[in-house]
T-cell receptor, first 115, second 111 residues
Framework: ELKVEQNPLFLSMQEGKNYTIYCNYS?????LYWYRQDPGKSLESLFV?????AVKQEGRLMASLDTKARLSTLHITAAVHDLSATYFC???????????????FGKGTRLHILP | KAGVTQTPRYLIKTRGQQVTLSCSPI?????VSWYQQTPGQGLQFLFE???????NKGNFPGRFSGRQFSNSRSEMNVSTLELGDSALYLC??????????FGSGTRLTVV
């Protein structure tokens, strides 16, 4: 069964601290996405990771991909309250795999940063 | 460059009614996918259209249908609405097979 598992699912942390969200997936993938979602809003694309060893950074967020381990991480450095949101990883499945759902989402990590 | 546009943003309907949601993809994108997001089930794939043809369909009842027009704009229709259809409906467009960008979503409330 194809799965995308995020952990933790809930995270409450203090401002200024560092933390990492993990995303494990169970199949080969062409692309891995990280999205941010604020309450009641749509998905905002943060990163697209295309190849093994890919690392991307934007502000206090850094994402990496290890395709051999089927693992992606989203690292938060010196967290600030504005980063409070739900973060989703999503794995894009190759069309050759003959599946109906081409993007499989994790359940999301609800991040709450305490001022 | 304009993003993916979904209309309306919010909608309230009564059980038993039907509803049509619209999605205008990024210019040049030919693929449009629809997702339903609920607190309990998370993000679930509804269907995907490419060049006016349904390419894939998720595990939803036949009350959920869609179509795509020659300009790549897509509509999703839900008939005989149920309370459980209350959700955020998201569409995503892509140039071809990869690289999805999501719209702002339509929040449907069924009362």
């Amino acid at each position: 069964e194809l799965k995308v598992e995020q952990n933790p699912l809930f995270l409450s942390m203090q401002e200024g601290k560092n933390y990492t969200i993990y995303c494990n997936y169970s199949t080969t993938s062409d692309r891995l996405y990280w999205y941010r979602q604020d309450p009641g809003k749509s998905l905002e694309s943060l990163f697209v990771l295309l190849s093994n060893g890919a690392v991307k950074q934007e502000g206090r967020l850094m994402a990496s991909l290890d395709t051999k381990a089927r693992l992606s991480t989203l690292h938060i450095t010196a967290a600030v309250h504005d980063l409070s949101a739900t973060y989703f990883c999503a794995v894009e499945i190759s069309r050759d795999m003959n599946r109906d759902d081409k993007i499989i989402f994790g359940k999301g990590t609800r991040l709450h940063i305490l001022p | 460059k304009a993003g993916v546009t979904q209309t309306p943003r919010y909608l309230i309907k009564t059980r038993g009614q039907q509803v049509t949601l619209s999605c205008s993809p990024i210019s040049g994108h030919r693929s449009v996918s629809w997702y339903q997001q609920t607190p309990g089930q998370g993000l679930q794939f509804l269907f995907e259209y490419f060049s006016e043809t349904q390419r894939n369909k998720g595990n939803f009842p036949g009350r959920f249908s869609g179509r795509q027009f020659s300009n790549s704009r897509s509509e999703m229709n839900v008939s005989t609405l149920e309370l459980g259809d209350s959700a955020l409906y998201l569409c995503a467009s892509a140039p071809g097979n990869y690289g999805y960008t999501f719209g702002s979503g339509t929040r449907l409330t069924v009362v």
